[in-house]
């Protein structure tokens, strides 16, 4: 059994995202509760499409934080906003179509 700890790894996410979802599938990604960022700044490294990725948390802080440590990596294109996940529902990315969800949460 996976301890809490290990779990919320993000080098454990990341490897079990590309035992799972193929990153040349193109995924739409959304971080929720994104924090400072870093699960998405290491799928970007993985290969994932930084383009099709938005991070999201209720904290203008940790969004602030998130946006400059993404362009620090050189992960420009990552996308985070500021959402109260309980009340509001994550903007969808630009060219996502209507038909189309979330592939990797």
Known sequence: MLSARTALDPNYQVAWAT????????PFILDIGTGNGILLDCLAEAGYDP??????????????LSSRVAKAR???EIRFEVVDFISGEPPRLEGMKESESWDLL
């Open 74 to 76: 050189g992960w420009e």
């Open 19 to 26: 035992q799972t979802i193929r990153e040349d599938s193109k």
């Open 51 to 64: 383009s099709r990725m938005l991070g999201v948390d209720y904290s203008p802080g940790s969004i602030e």
